[in-house]
């Protein structure tokens, strides 16, 4: 493994990239040098910690990064903040209200980013998303069709930890589990913890089904944080070094 | 995608479509105003009119941060509230639901800024299809008149100024709206529009148009069970304002 001691930088190859479906009009994908890596996962899975750990290696390796996330757009993130307040919004509704903050990211930060050459980290992609939108009952066809703007990203990490070990870091995280992060929208149980576990589940078993169409790296989360970095970096090692 | 009598609502939804300065927002109020008048269920909903996404995209159409996919996504988003919030409960509840634009106009403007066609009506695929669609077809030097006769002042987006198609605001406009001509024109057999001629009299598209709702839909079926009050409601006077802003864009940004 590489350290930031060692004086040999890696330059990444140019390589073609291709949208999952129509793409953005008008943007012509050249080769481009940089990489997207994406980590996906339920809140408490470890998204933050290892990206920000991921950071840290990647800039000792001399590599720029930049860093994209759901709701943070300069467009609509305080506006879907505010809805998702006040819970009223519709399924349809939030799923593009939410498509509208990715897109944002994806013109604005994250394809600039990658022509410039960086290495772009994603915590969390249109698979949460999706996901998300799937367990409500929304149509999978739909969905595919709005994010055939999504760029394929180099790689997508799935970190996989079992829903009863979510509950345990959520509380020793927050005294309290997360409405949304509880499905409690969903109406599976009025019991919150109940709630969580159902949801949960069925969030794994969605994006397990997301996974053999998309073809992520399902890393086993529930191990401790160096040894889950340890196997990112070994794999995104791989990758800029072209393999 | 269905009617919303193919699909067994008791409702019905009227649509109305065509360029901006075709006349379009005054035929609507009047068909508004006569089926009141009747005693009948109705309700009126704009385009872009969403009291949520509102701020989201006055924001981003000032900033200017708007690129062809997130205005339709943006556009998608408001219409999506006002469907499954509105729309849907209403004609549910066996309402005449009257729309001053419908999923038309975003299929020819978003195509115009570029986005591909089958990505902008899979978009849109959940909505039910209009039971009838009425298209102001004027020429586009008359709708061009009343819009560059009223107001002067032609604002970034709804001059298509994003799209770089000229660095003059009219010559921009001008060319954006001949655009959307075309591509309504060729939306027109595909979805059944009841195309009318809006290069003439007000009185005289309006009498066409209530023909023709006359004769596709029983209004008997959307009385109002008891009506309102006792008293018939005098109908709210409409201003010189009022007139005058149903001539002007009517995708102003405020």
Known sequence: MKSPSQNHIVV??????????????????????????????????????????????????????????????????????????????????????????????????????????????????????????????????????????ALEPDAVFYLNVPPEELVQRSFAKNTALDYWESGMDLGFSRDMFDSFLKYQTSMQQTFRKLQATYGFTIVDGNRSVDAINAELRKKIGAILAGK | MKTFAQLNFPGRLIAVEGLDGSGKSTQIYLLKRWLELQGLKVYFSEWNSSELVKAATSKGKKRELLTATTFSLIHATDFADRYERHLVPLLRAGYLVLCDRYIFTAFARDVVRGCPPEWVRGLYNFAGLPDLTFFFKADLGVSLQRILDGRPQLKYFEAGMDMRLSTDPYESFRIFQGRMLEQYLAMSTEFDFLVIDANQLVEKQQAIVRELIAQKIDLTEFRRAEPPSSRPKSPPTRTVGALARTVKLEEAVE
């Open chain 1, 12 to 149: 990444p190859r140019r390589t073609p990239r291709r949208f999952y479906g129509h793409g953005i009009p008008k943007v012509e994908l050249d080769r481009v040098a940089g990489r997207l890596i994406v980590v996906e996962g339920a809140d408490g899975s470890g998204r933050s910690t290892q990206i920000a750990m991921l950071v840290q290696w990647l800039e000792g390796c001399g590599h720029a990064t930049t860093q994209v996330g759901l709701k943070r757009s300069s467009l609509v993130s305080e506006e879907l903040e505010q809805a998702q307040q006040g819970n009223i919004l519709s399924r349809t509704t939030f799923s593009l209200f939410y498509a509208t903050d990715f897109a944002d990211q994806l013109e604005n930060i994250i394809l600039p980013a990658l022509k410039a050459g960086f290495i772009v980290l994603a915590d969390r992609y249109i698979y949460t998303l999706m996901a998300r939108d799937m367990v409500r009952g929304m149509d999978e066809a739909w969905l595919k069709n709005l994010y055939g703007i």
